[in-house]
């Protein structure tokens, strides 16, 4: 399925991109009142964004400036009917040392398991945070570098959720990467996110002598989901 790519915004200066890790935690009194039950429903986070743009030039009949390509990719989503891909622009990479896989192969023995079984050949893209958390990652820009135990492998192939796929190879032929081997990669993301609100909070400040409008976009705010 093809989204909107946001261009790249040039993000207030004063206020900075703020961004959160969103968990879905339903909890509830025990009858003792002694603590809490809890349990999450969404065991990996989605991420919440907020912006502002200060100050930004253009129109809307001008195509090529900041505000129109901003209006532009509000427009194309509808608001918040449709998903749009952005660009993190400190976080939009995957190193190997934080990279991994989780198995998500039908039946596998260790579901969402971190290495190589023998026999699962199905492994969701994911990335390490803080050394003890997991991040999923779907959305790719680019091709990307895949390992086995630290060696490249080509046998693979990859959906547009991220899901690595292993094809045979070798005589006799096999898929599966071994038992407890290690599986790494590399490349760019996107989050892919929705907007918050179908109206956003825009000022045409003033016009300069130039003809050129200058604008004021606040509190842009949207969050990413999984698909």
Request: charged share 10%; glycine share 10%.
């Amino acid at each position: 399925m093809s989204y909107t790519i946001m261009p790249t915004m040039p993000l207030s200066m004063a206020k900075g991109l703020k961004k959160t890790p969103n968990f879905n935690t339903v909890k509830q009194k025990v009858a003792a009142s002694r603590g809490n039950a809890a349990v999450s429903l969404k065991p990996y986070p989605t991420w919440d964004f907020e912006f502002d743009l200060d100050h930004i030039t253009g129109n809307e009949a001008a195509a090529s400036s900041v505000l129109a390509e901003f209006f532009g990719t509000f427009m194309a989503t509808a608001g918040g009917a449709a998903l749009f891909l952005f660009t993190d622009p400190q976080d939009n990479t995957v190193a190997t040392s934080s990279s991994g896989m989780l198995n998500v192969t039908p039946g596998a023995a260790s579901p969402m398991g971190l290495t190589g079984d023998g026999t699962s050949t199905q492994f969701q893209l994911a990335r390490q945070i803080g050394g003890v958390a997991w991040d999923i990652i779907q959305n790719l820009n680019g091709g990307i570098t895949v390992k086995v135990n630290g060696s490249v492998v080509t046998n693979y192939s990859v959906s547009n959720t991220g899901v690595i796929t292993f094809t045979p190879v070798g005589s006799p032929p096999v898929a599966a990467p071994p038992n407890g081997a290690t599986l790494t990669w590399t490349g760019s993301f996107y989050f892919l996110c929705r907007f918050d609100e179908d109206i956003v909070d825009a000022t045409r400040s003033f016009t300069t002598n130039s003809g050129t409008d200058q604008w004021l976009v606040a509190a842009v705010k949207f969050s990413s989901e999984f698909v």
